[in-house]
Nanobody, 121 residues
Framework: QVQLVESGGGLVQAGGSLRVSCAAS????????VGWFRQAPGKEREFVGA????????YYADSLKGRFTISRDNARNTVYLQMNSLKPEDTAVYYC??????????????WGQGTQVTVSS
């Protein structure tokens, strides 16, 4: 059973940084892509970025390039989302997802439960 567990969310002041984690278990993820999405209250889910487990190629939403960085730790089976220069509009529930598709913004097979990130002004 594949399981994705996010952690590391919390409250941070504008301009601060936060790193959220996505711990994956239940299978090997060599052929998978792991994506990060976020959903703010009253808004649609939004693609944040993704990383290919094999090779580590990363993809980002254009609006977040330069502030957000995705990385992975193969030994820990964990993907990280480092968020810098946070803004109040970054407030959302952040989800990680895993899938075998070729489109980083496409369909994902497995989803985590989400972690809340709140940025105060």
């Amino acid at each position: 059973q594949v399981q994705l567990v996010e952690s590391g969310g919390g409250l941070v002041q504008a301009g601060g940084s936060l790193r959220v984690s996505c711990a994956a278990s239940g299978r090997t993820f060599n052929n998978y892509i792991v994506g990060w999405f976020r959903q703010a209250p009253g808004k649609e889910r939004e693609f944040v970025g993704a990383i290919r487990w094999s090779g580590g190629t990363t993809y980002y939403a254009d609006s977040l390039k330069g502030r957000f960085t995705i990385s992975r730790d193969n030994a820990r089976n964990t993907v990280y989302l480092q968020m810098n220069s946070l803004k109040p509009e970054d407030t959302a529930v952040y989800y990680c997802a895993a899938g075998t598709g070729t489109n980083p913004k496409g369909k994902y097979d497995y989803w985590g439960q989400g972690t809340q990130v709140t940025v105060s002004s």
